[in-house]
Structures are given as C-alpha cells and as structure tokens.
C-alpha cells in the first residue's frame, strides 16, 4: 500500500499499538504537566516571548486540549481526508476510507502532541507520553521540560499557520511528493525554532532527548518487522533531514527566508536531502532509462501481466539501504541523477509472484560503479539481517554470470521462507553495470533461470544508449 506525508505528525514513535497505560500515571501524586491543561496554558505566553526573541511574530492565543487517542481521531480525520483526496489520483471513496481510517488509527496511537490545522488548537495526547516511556525508558519523556519541548514545537506551528496559512498551502497541494516536501517544509522550521530557543534557553539536551524519540529505531520486534519498520521509519522521519535542511539553507547568501522557502517549495523531498538540489532543475537523464525499462517489459512481460512504471524518490532508495551506512549510502545517491523501475504483476498478485526491473543512472562511469557496488553490498547484508523472523533467507547462493555489453554482473539465487506458506520463495536477483547505468532485475516465486534474466538484461543494454 502506499504511504502518506502527514502534515505535522509529530513524533512518530515505533510504539507497540497495545502500549498499556503506565502505572505511574495512577500513584495519585500531583497531576503530570502533560495531564494539567491549566498548567499547560500557562506555558503559552513564556514560550511565545521566547519564540518572538528568535524573530518569529508568536501567536498567543491558542487554545489548548488534553485528550485522549480516541478524541483525537476525529480531529485527525477532518485534516487526513481532504489531504489524502487531493493526492491519490481518482481515489473511490471506499478506498479512500479504507486508507484515512488506517492512517488515522496508526497517527492516533502515535501523536503525543498535534497541532490541529481546521481547529487551531494544540491536542496534547497524555496516553502516548506515557506509552512512550514504556519502550524508551532511557529517554526522559516524562520529565516536565521534554513535555515542554514537544509542546514549543508545536506552537512554532501555530505561530507558523497565522504568519502563512499553511492550512491553506496544503490545501491547494496536487501531489504525494509536493505534500511530503511541504510537510517537511513546515516540520523543519518547527525543529529549528524549537531547537534555537532551547539552546539560547540553555537547554540543547532537551532537544537531544526531543531528536532520541524521533530517530528511535524500532524495538522488541520480529528482526523481519524490524527491518520491514526501519524502511517505514525512515520514510516517516524527515525530521532530521529536515532540519538539516534548515542548516543548509541558512548558510546560503542570501539566506531564504521560510516564507520565501513556502513561496517556492522543493517539489519533491529529494531537495530535503540533497539541499544542495534546492532552486535547481531536476537532472533529467542522459540515458534511454524509459526505453530500457521498456523494452523489459516487452521481453519479460507474460500473459495477462500488467506493468508499472514509477519514478523512485531519494528518500524511497535510501530508505531501501537501510541496513548499510547511511553516510556511505548518501554519497552514492548525492551521485543519482534518476532511479526508474518497472513491476510486472499477474492477474491474481498475491504478491508472492512477480518481475521487477530497476535502472539507476549515475552522474559518470565511477559513479555509477559506487551504486554497484552497494546494491550488492546490499543483496549480500540481506542475508545475515533476514536470517530469522516470519520471513526469512533460508538460503542464498551467488555468481557471476556473463552478459553481454555489461562492465560487471552478479546473480543471486535465494530461498525466502514465509511463514504460512508451504514451499519457500525463489527470488533470483540479477544485478549489472555498465558505465553510468546500473540495472537490477529481480524475480519472485517464478520458474525463471539466470540465463534468461541474463538475456533481458543484454535487450535493455542494448537500447540504453539510443537516443531518447
Ligand atoms: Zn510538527
């Protein structure tokens, strides 16, 4: 299923859903700040004389609501739905349920503050502090001042949407990728504010602990789900890059203003984090990527298949190295200058069966060489990560095939276990570079032999280098 940008979810934590609540919410002691809506609005007007030091115009008058997980669904659903209509091109309305519902119930169990867009009112969500300490306790979340971190950041948002509408701005939003770069527009200048005010306050370890609940990685876990989540954090988690973002853009001469930056937003999250692509055009590709993927699908494709084709995101490729080095996989994609891929499906996809081909084209031979090398990096570090869980590599074997017009190749052949299955899984993956171009295929649960893989690989580099 595809996911979905929220605007300002802050603080996605890989909870477990069932966190129960903690004992020491009930001991009858004096009422924790993040349970005392009086004590929290009297947080307003200190926070706001802090927020205007740093030459943001504050926003005093906020209402404040503490709630439960159930009283905010409503709240989030009146934001979710128009967002999720406006980017899912001809959306059913069941469909569009189905996926508002499902987002709604995960952001809910998750949010432990959440500024409301249609209400204009900060939601403070005690249940999700409480169940946040649970699975970190090394994180002080209970303490009043991490409460009061979260709850600076979200008044930065509340300042934020008076000073420029943002309701407005994502409301004329018209893509998924637009949606995601604006949303970590909007979170970025939240984590800015937030941390400058701490700093100039003295207290940078509060936003320390702020940033250990954001980047937590998913704990006590199937080692597959811990995999499987580590993909869907990272896509989630922009903060950091967002923040980073921020960095990079206020070193710029001149520096653009957050106004201008909503004025002229990164049409994607590839900006986000790769600042340096900020105010440039797209690479387009040099190479007969299309025409490749193409051609694949036509030599490949079987009876009734059907195929799609989809651009790949920075973050979406990052996100797929998880398990490798992030500051050696973000020197191989500050080199990418497009990633393309084409799915070929059957009739009844179960998602056990199916064709994939991937082109990656980089700026130059060398390049293109570095993302070769951490594709099978990657194909290699898959086997010791997926060793156990309910979907595992029973075995893997690899070798060298010959294809023809390629630098270099590599095929593996792999036995996935799924647990409820019978049999294990095939999945061949054959991986080829030539030059700046590199190509992985990948079959699943299909009775296909490297020879053939090897012989669409061969059509596609044949038609790479045709001009476009
Ligand atoms: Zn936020």
Known sequence: MRRFALLCALFLAPLPLSAQDDPRSSRGDARPLYRDAAAIGALVAPLCDAIEKTGLPPKRDIPVKVVSREELVPVLHEELEPQFRAVIPGVTQQQLDQIVQISVQFYSSVLMCKYGFATKTIYVVPE???AIAQVQPEVKVLDPEFFRAV???ELVHACDDAGHDLGRQVAAVKTQEALQALNALVEGHAQAVTRQVLEAEGKSAWFAELEKVLTAEPAGVDPTMQYVLSILIAETQIYTDALRFFEAMGKRKPAPTFGELLANPPKSLDPILFPERYGRPDPEPLLAIDLALERFAQVARREGWTSTQASLSLLKIRSAFA?????????VLRGVHAARNVALTPPMADGTQGLNALVIECAGAERGRGAYDLVARLLERKDEAMKTGVLHIASSAYDEPK????DR?????????????????VVHTLIVQRGAAVIELTSNGLDVEVDEMAGWAEEMLMVIDLPK
Do not use: I
């Open 128 to 130: 999700t502090f409480e």
């Open 151 to 153: 709850f600076l950041h």
């Open 323 to 331: 398990l490798l080095p992030r500051p050696e996989v973000d020197e």
């Open 403 to 406: 294809v023809l017009g390629s």
């Open 409 to 425: 190749a590599l095929h593996s052949h792999k036995e996935v276990a799924v647990e409820g299955l019978p049999q294990p899984l």
